[in-house]
Each structure stands twice: as C-alpha cells, then as structure tokens.
C-alpha cells in the first residue's frame, strides 16, 4: 500500500516559488490500476515521483507497505527504488544500446547473476511482446515498441508497484490502447499495483479502478473512477469533464442528427479571449446567422471558459474558410464537426 | 623517392614519425585528462550529480584561461616545465607539456558538452532504476555521449597536427619543422611542398576514420 499523507512541495528558482503540491493526501491500495488526472503544470508528475522518492517533499509523509521513504538511507532507497518501476512519455530509453541491452541494465544494475539475467529479459521480451526486436536499437523502433521496452524495462527487478508518467501521450490513440491493454494484462498476470498520471480522460476511463483529479498541486476529489465521471462533486472537476473527449463525441453526435444541413462548428474558449465578446464581432464581421446550439461555459477567475457549437445553415468552403480564419483571430480555437 | 636524396628521405620519413608521436601522445593524454574534467565540470553544475559551485567555477576559469592563451605563446611559457619534465626545451618530447596543456582544456569543454547533450530522461530512468551517480556516470551518460565524445577526438587530433607545426618551429621536429627550416629558409621548395601535403594526408586519413567511428558507434 501507498501512503501520501498531507504532502506540500515547493519549487523555489532566483525569481518566484511555485507550489507544486498543497497537502495533498492519497492512500492507493495493493493491486489496483491508480490513475491521477488532470490538466499540465498541475502538479501530477511531481506527485508521482515523490512515491520513488525521484523529488523530495518539503512536508508529509510517504509511506510504502507501511516503511517511511524519508527514515531509508540514501543506499536503502536506491534498492527500494529497484522495487518500484517507472515508464515515462518519451521512453527514456539509451539510444546506444540495443533492446536486449535496455531491458537487461536494471538487472546489472542490482547485479543479478548473468546467466538469471539472460533468462529474465528472454521472459520480459516475450511479456511485452517484442519477440525478435532483442537486437534492435531504439531508433528503428515504433513510439508503441518503445514504450514496451520501457515497460519490460520497469519490469526486470520485479517491482511491486509501475508508476507510468504520461506513457501513452506520446503515441496515436490506435497505439496508446494497445500500450494500456499491456498494462492491464501486467496487472492482472503479475498483480502489480500500477500510478499512472495523465491529461487524457481515456486513458483513466479506460483502466483505471480509483482516481484522483488533481488541480493547481491540489487533489480536489478522488473515487471510484465511473462515480467521479457520473457524479463529479468538485466544479473544478465538473468543468474538466465537460472538456473530456467521450463528451466531445457524444455531444457531436447528437448535435449532427439534430442539424443533417449546414455546417457545425466546436469552438473551445480558454482564459485569454473569454472576457470579449467575440461572438458578437465574428457574426457582425462575416455577416453569418451562426446560432448557438450547445454550450459548455463555465466561470472562470478571468472570465468564461468552455466549448460551444455554433451552426450555419448555409455557407461555401470559401466562406467557412474566411470563418475560420476569423476565429483564429480572436484566439478562439474552432474545429468543423 | 627518387627525386630526393637518401638524407632527405630520411629526414622526412623522420618528421613523419615525429609528428605522429607528438599528435599520438599528446592526444592520448589530453583526452584522459579532458575527459576527467569534462565529467568534473559537468556533474559539479548547477543542478548536476554533484553539485559544488567552487570546483565548477576554479575549472572553469582554469579551462578558459588555458584556451584563452594562443598556442605559440603558450609553447614558451610552458618551456620550463618543459625542461623539468623531459630534461630539454628541444625535441618533440619537449613539446608535450605545451601540446597536452592546450588541448587538455578543449577536450575538457567538447565532453562537458556532449554530456549535457545526453537526454536529461535518461539520468531519470537510471535514478529510477535505483542507479547510484558512479553507476550513472560510466553505465549510462558516457555510453549515451560515445558518439559525440568519438568525434571530439578526431576534432581535436586534427588541430593538434596543427599545433605540432607551430611547435616545430621552435625546435621540437617533426613536418612544421622540415617545412620552415629545410623547406622554407634553404628553398628547398619539393620539401615544403611534400611535407604540406603529408601533413594534409595525415589530416584526410583521421577525419575518415573519425568519421567512420561514429557512423558506427551513432545509433541514434
């Protein structure tokens, strides 16, 4: 078991502070897929690597299967930290050496016996999938392949717990579910406890048995991940889900059956244009009857935020593209549907 | 070698072989020592391994300055260590110390950047994994720099050459020696000539194997 209790970490530079993370307390059990959403910068990551100990908290506790991370000594928490893997978006994998060489470095590192290393990466290669790659470098492999070998990677000192930082952001969606269904399967075969952190709704959905919605180094709700979907108590967790994909897809959907003519137009409005009236001056400037169909707008400290599908009953690719333009404009990002 | 006499060919097959030494024996010096300092540099950085603001900065300074002083220059300054070292200000050992102390300091500066170079996930992964700073340093930031670190040897083997010229004129041998004293002052132009072109060989030769190694050892 995971044990964060009420911890507060501060990043200091010459010209500000910033709070990474404002007491926040977690308790992720043995076994289970963990997921921590939300959006860059608010504080995921530095969450995720206060659990091996990768950053240090300034106050609170860390405790793994009851053992306080702060009271090991620095040769301690080395080897702890060969009980706890880790995947990372970009893969961190060494480009001069080859898939077999990768995936066997944790195991020289903790100076397993050769000939129990070799028969361990032959084990993690055929886990992850990457029969016959065993010689290949990085740099010939695909996002997807890459990631599997940081996965076998994380793997090879078999560690109770896998924390996954962003590990499918940086692959196609096709890619990504494949990546997670791996994930899965390691969970369920070798019962690894598994933290991930991520911005993509999917991913959580996806996976994940609990979350955490983290906001601005707060955790502001953390539940069973389809209640938190269903029921989000938090605004700040409501407004984020308004954003999610599924929603996206399914309010498009809708929207296109009710709408068969014309076109449909998503636009999203973020915290620098939501003060103007931008609608207004678009509809005045193209002289176009856009209607407001659907909106998602929420209050903002700066002003409103949110998405909003307009409809045009009639209009040429040229004018659409004239539209287009003219929301780029004033900032405001907007995606034919 | 008709077109010159058994002396000549002698002489020059002499500053051949000396010019190789000097380049040889002062590259293999200055890149142990460089790369010493390179890594001393690189993890004693802000935010390095092991961070120490006064070693950084006395290398630092020290590498500059080195730099900063012209070769030629250099040479004599470094005649008197010269002397104690090798018992002579004359000859190529002689010019050792001077060739070994100015590219000592560039190869130092060429390694501290091709760690910084190594991507920064990676020393995460190993920190990660349970890696201590040693294990760090010669598992996973100097094979991850070879490539880079490879290049920088035929780099600065190619400017030694350069520097064993100057060197040879003022008295340490080699083809810069057979250039000026036989070639240039008695205008025995066919030497100055070979001798040039010899050392532009020489030049050829290290930057294809150069080359070549790191075609081979850049998998990236």
Redesign the interface.
């Known amino acids: 078991m995971i044990e964060i209790k009420d911890v507060s970490k501060t990043f200091r530079t010459k010209e500000a502070s910033v709070k990474a993370l404002k007491h926040c307390s977690l308790k992720i059990e043995d076994g289970e897929i963990f997921g921590i959403i939300g959006h860059s910068g608010a504080g995921k990551s530095t969450l995720l690597r206060i659990i ?1 100990q ?1 950053e240090r908290q300034d106050e609170g506790e860390v405790l793994i299967n009851k053992e306080n991370m702060a009271n090991l000594s620095k040769k301690e ?6 009980k ?3 995947i ?1 978006q ?8 080859t898939v077999y060489q990768n995936i066997a ?2 195991l ?3 100076k397993v016996d050769p000939k129990i290393q070799e028969a361990k990466v032959k084990e993690l290669i055929a886990l992850v999938g990457l029969n016959g790659k065993e010689n290949a ?3 010939k492999l695909s996002g997807g392949q890459k990631q599997r070998v940081g996965i076998a ?1 994380a793997l090879a ?1 078999d560690p109770e717990i896998l ?1 996954c930082d962003e590990a499918t952001s940086a692959l196609d969606p096709k890619t990504s579910e494949t990546i997670l269904d791996l994930l899965r399967d390691i969970n369920q075969k070798l019962g690894i406890t598994i933290v991930l952190i991520t911005h993509q709704m999917e991913v959580v959905q996806k996976i994940c048995q609990r979350i955490a919605f983290m906001v601005e180094g707060e955790i502001v709700e953390t539940g069973l991940t389809e209640e938190l979907f269903a029921h989000p108590k938090d605004s700040r967790t409501k407004q984020f889900l308004l954003t999610s994909i599924r929603e996206i897809e399914k309010t498009s959907k809708d929207l296109k059956k009710l709408y068969p003519d014309g076109q449909l137009l998503r636009l999203v409005f973020d915290d620098q244009n939501s003060d103007q009236p931008i609608l207004a001056k678009i509809i005045r400037q193209s002289e176009l009857p856009l209607s407001i169909v659907n909106a998602h707008l929420v209050p903002s400290l700066k002003g409103t935020i949110g998405s909003m599908y307009v409809h045009v009953a009639k209009i040429d690719d040229h004018k659409l593209q004239e539209l287009l333009s003219l929301f780029d404009s004033y900032h405001v990002k907007a995606e034919v549907i | 070698m008709a077109i010159f006499d058994s002396y000549e060919s002698l002489q020059i097959l002499e500053a051949l072989g000396e010019t190789l030494y000097m380049t040889g024996v002062s590259l293999l010096f200055a890149v142990i020592i460089g790369i010493i300092m390179g890594i001393i540099l690189f993890i004693t950085q802000d935010k390095g391994l092991y961070p120490n603001k006064i070693i950084h900065t006395i290398l630092d300074w020290l590498i500059n300055i080195l730099r900063a002083i012209p070769f030629i220059i250099l040479l004599i300054l470094v005649m008197p260590l010269a002397k104690i070292l090798t018992g002579s200000i004359l000859g190529a050992s002689a010019a050792l110390p001077s060739l070994i102390l100015s590219s000592a300091p560039f190869y130092a500066r060429m390694s501290m950047i091709a760690l910084n170079e190594v991507d920064k996930g990676v020393i995460e992964a190993a920190k990660a994994m349970g890696a201590n700073n040693i294990t760090i340093i010669f598992k996973f930031l100097l094979p991850e720099a070879k490539s880079a670190l490879v290049s920088g040897i035929a780099l600065m083997a190619i400017s030694l050459i350069g520097y064993t010229a100057m060197a040879g004129a003022i008295g340490a041998g080699g083809l810069g020696d057979l250039a000026y004293t036989y070639g240039f002052t008695r205008q025995n132009y066919l030497i100055l000539y070979l001798a040039t072109a010899l050392v532009v060989v020489i030049v050829f030769i290290i930057q294809f194997i150069g080359d070549y190694l790191v075609k081979r050892i850049d998998k990236r």
């Open positions: 091996n990768l928490l080395l080897e702890k930290r060969r706890i893997g880790m990372f970009h893969f961190n994998l060494l480009s001069s050496k470095l944790p020289k590192i903790a470098y990085p740099a990677r000192n924390l």
